[in-house]
């Protein structure tokens, strides 16, 4: 298919990989790099890139997973707005998988919830249209990428003066978590694999940070292997040259100055917000909330009957551990034992773009040996 | 590390339990087969074999619940037909008859539901069987969507013809009759309002003519043969590779995917080996017959496509891998839990 097949060559590969064997020859020392995406992460174990790396070049997975970071307390919320009377609570279909307290939204709907699977904002916005004596609560994940879409449904809603629809807001944005990683000196990272869909729309003026307080390059990346490959060879690159630059590999999509329009309208309908992440606690202005003129929306507000609360995650789990970057997946105790895709008791089980979730798809086996 | 299917934790049944994945096994081996103990299903083919009065009869049932009812390349009532058919032929079975029950909510319109049994007719003549009893049940508007059917059949298995998961051997070359995930895709863009400029048609197909085309090119060469339904590719060729203690290595580059297809894919983050069809077929060959049998099938209309898309080996009994197109080799899991109900 013209624009996959070209970014899937094994020719390509091959090279690539000879190119980075060479660069990571030229630094003689171990290299840990983080890909800040999940989607880079689901990439990297689907088309074994980690295959084409020589010994010494390492990727550890970052937070860059939207499901995976939306903290426990978040998702037993949702479940308890799913259960109020006369509710109908929409979100992403992986969301729905994830465990709250008890179970999760797909439990609570066998159980009999209203809980509806939609693939964008603006289709729980039609449920809502669609249900004027409902009230329809859109549970809103992601990072940079998805912003624009809830922006839009919330400024659509208030257009069409639509006054039964809400968002549960877990919106986060990825530069304030790379420093809380930085800061917390758990483990030495040498560069980043920037996150391209995030970056398209928030452009990469935010990560100028990383390398001009931190020293470390940032190669903003594609997702298919030959730009994984190519973002490891550019970082490595920079690396011996002892450079620290924020570097766009990502060129057919991202610009420096990011998406002007969508970038208004999010700023527009949202205002930062200081939320707690799963596995890096509570960060400062790292999320998004609805600017006081929006507030009607904000299904915070709009149930007092639902309190939000902390909790912590299962004592078994290392999913907090897995989305710093500080274990792998399979360091986790109940790694493909206790917890599995079908009954996931960490969120990096439940998402494609989860670390484990990921590993136990298509790494595990390889690891074993298998072929 | 164990991945046999583990005992039921759920209180309720969760759609996953129908998605022919790892649930749906985890659902029937803890609920049904416990209940219904007896040699026949233990095997868990798509059909039973049962010998009466030295008869070999192949015996098998299933339900349709797609919506919508109506898609492009097909309709509930076609794939009704044609997935006993196929579950008939995949046995080695000349099916002979079919049952058919009906349940249709309050208000459904007879203009469709006439439509739907005409086309059911018409299925059945194309496959030479015959809808010999039936049963109606019609339930209040919301307690079901639309129409439901479930589709019984019996076939007579010639003599001589042995074909089961458990014969597939180290050396078996896998064949696929053609483009892989047309049909759930179709049905996928339909539902999600995906317009991508091509439609995008079912394959749904009744593959008896083609299967006796194979049979008379390989005979009993043909080790096995399975229609990748539910779970597609990826669980049928688990189920084998389980089955018969093998591994089975694929070639990303030559299994047959539609280019729009890929792009939908692509699009909803689905494996082209997860997604459903209805009228295409994996056949697992001795290596000496291999040609002859891809010949054959291509000389069919049904496997114009058809291509070698991998082999069985003897190491690592029960795994499934691909050499991805980029270089690099990854296993196919057996699917979990898809979220795509109601897709047959």
């Known amino acids: ?371 | 590390m164990d991945r046999k299917p583990q005992p039921l934790r759920e209180t309720h049944v969760l759609l996953g339990h129908g998605s022919g994945g790892k649930m749906s096994a985890e659902l029937v081996q803890s609920v049904f087969l416990p209940a219904f103990a007896n040699p026949t299903p233990a095997a868990l083919n798509d059909q039973a074999v049962i010998t009466l009065e030295g008869a070999r009869l192949a015996f098998t049932t299933d339900s349709f619940v797609v919506s919508p009812p109506f898609f492009p390349g097909g309709d509930i009532g076609h794939l009704a037909v044609n997935g006993t058919v196929n579950d008939l032929v995949m046995g080695g079975a000349r099916p002979c008859c079919l049952s058919a029950s009906f349940i249709i909510e309050e208000g459904f319109p007879v203009a469709d539901l006439r439509r739907v049994v005409q086309s059911m007719a018409a299925a059945a003549e194309e496959a030479g069987v015959q809808i010999v009893t039936g049963d109606t049940k019609v339930v209040e508007r919301g307690a079901a969507d639309g129409l439901y059917i479930t589709t019984a059949g019996v076939g007579v298995i010639p003599a001589g013809r042995e074909l089961g998961p458990d014969r597939v051997r180290p050396g078996d070359v896998i064949l696929c009759s053609g483009s892989i995930g047309d049909h759930g895709v179709a049905v996928m863009a339909l539902r999600s309002g995906l317009d991508f400029g091509v439609p995008i048609e079912s394959d749904t197909a009744a593959l008896g003519s083609l299967v006796e085309a194979m049979l008379a090119a390989g005979g009993a060469a043909i080790h096995a043969m399975r229609d990748p339904t539910r779970g597609g590719v990826a669980a049928s060729l688990n189920e084998w590779a389980q089955a018969a203690g093998v591994q089975i290595l694929l070639e990303e580059a030559a299994v047959p995917v539609r280019e729009e297809v890929r792009a939908v894919c692509e699009l909803l983050g689905l494996d082209p080996l997860n997604v459903a069809n209805e009228g295409k077929l994996l056949a697992a060959v001795a290596p000496e017959a291999a040609d002859a049998v891809l010949s054959a099938m291509r000389a069919h209309p049904l496997g114009r496509q058809a291509a070698a898309v991998g082999e069985v080996r003897a190491g690592n009994a029960g795994t499934v891998f691909i050499r991805t197109q980029v270089g690099g080799t990854r296993p196919v899991e057996y699917p979990s839990g898809e979220q795509l109900p109601r897709i047959c």
């Open chain 1, 1 to 371: 298919m013209q624009y996959l097949d070209e970014f899937r060559r094994s020719d390509y590969a091959q090279r690539l990989a000879a190119a980075i064997r060479d660069e990571a020859a030229k630094l003689d020392r171990p290299v840990r790099l983080m890909e800040l995406c999940g989607g880079h992460t689901h990439a990297i174990y689907k088309y074994a890139v980690d295959a084409f790396l020589p010994e010494n070049v390492r990727l550890i997975h970052g937070p860059g997973c939207p499901v995976c970071v939306t903290p426990r307390g978040r998702v037993a919320h949702a479940i308890e707005l799913a259960r109020q009377p006369g509710v109908i609570l929409a979100s992403f279909g992986d969301m729905l998988r994830v465990p709250g307290e008890k179970g999760s939204l797909l439990k609570a709907r066998a159980q009999g919830a209203d809980v509806r699977m939609v693939y964008s904002p603006l289709d729980a916005l039609k449920i809502a249209r669609e249900n004027p004596d409902r009230r329809v609560v859109f549970f809103a994940i992601g990072f940079e990428t998805t912003a624009p879409a809830h922006a839009m449904a919330v400024l659509r809603a208030e257009r069409e003066g639509i006054r039964n629809f809400y968002l549960l807001t877990s919106l986060v944005t990825m530069p304030p978590a790379i420093r809380a990683i930085l800061d917390s000196q758990e483990l030495a990272l040498d560069g980043f694999i920037g996150p391209g869909h995030a970056c398209s729309i928030s452009g990469t003026i935010p990560y100028e940070f990383v390398a001009e307080e931190y020293h470390r390059p940032v190669v903003v990346s594609g997702f298919e292997p030959l730009d994984l490959l190519q973002s490891v060879l550019m970082v490595l690159r920079q690396l011996v040259r002892g450079e620290a630059r924020v570097e766009i590999q990502y060129k057919r999509l991202v610009r420096p100055e990011g998406n002007p329009l969508a970038l208004a309208r999010v700023a527009q309908v949202f205002e930062p917000k200081t939320v707690e992440w799963r596995g890096l606690g509570v960060l400062p202005d790292s999320g998004l909330q609805l600017r006081p003129a929006f507030a009607h929306m904000d299904a915070d507000l709009a149930f007092p009957e639902a309190v939000p609360r902390h909790l912590e995650d299962p004592k078994a789990c290392e999913c907090g551990s897995i989305l710093r970057g500080a274990k792998a997946p399979w360091e986790c105790r109940i790694f493909g034992t206790a917890c599995t895709p079908e009954n996931p008791i960490g969120a990096c089980m439940v998402s494609p773009e989860g670390a484990c979730a990921a590993y136990y798809k298509y790494g595990s086996r390889l690891q074993e040996g298998a072929i």
